[in-house]
């Protein structure tokens, strides 16, 4: 920054790097955890984002980067709420 | 070791532990690896086994721990086998 001029410019946005979110949802049965991956596909393919997922019989867990909360962010897309909501009702 | 005799008896059977299994498996398109993962699914409930998996838009990471490995050799499963050729066609 050798131009003088941007000591009066506006600060600039801060980079922030979001810490990669991770969510852990835990559920009853291996039929319970089917069904919630299943949805979570449709939601996947529907907002066409694919956060890395790992999970066993009776848990998942869903990451999701700093990258790709971003993305997220700027296509206002309620990815993340509606994650909650599936395990929500998924663990009825 | 402070019996003597234990230098003539035959060395215990050994305690194996087997390292975790991980392998991993990388596809051409999130389709590819859906249709993977869904196949992968069909196994587990065919073998009542279920391995920790985790996955991305384009791979899959199949963890088979020693307790999981032991278990599927006591049934003469062929998981493993089974897992590598859904692999492989789904590949193709």
Do not use: C, W
């Amino acid at each position: 920054m050798n131009d003088a001029s941007d000591l009066n410019a506006a600060p600039p946005a801060p980079q922030e790097r979001l810490p990669t979110l991770n969510r852990r949802f835990d559920f009853g049965s291996y039929a319970e955890t089917r069904h919630f991956l299943d949805q979570m596909a449709d939601l996947s393919r529907r907002e066409d984002y694919y956060p890395n997922v790992s999970f066993g019989k009776t848990y998942v867990n869903i990451s999701i980067d700093a990258e790709g909360q971003a993305a997220l962010a700027e296509r206002n897309s309620s990815f993340t709420s509606e994650m909650e909501a599936l395990a929500a009702a998924g663990k009825a």
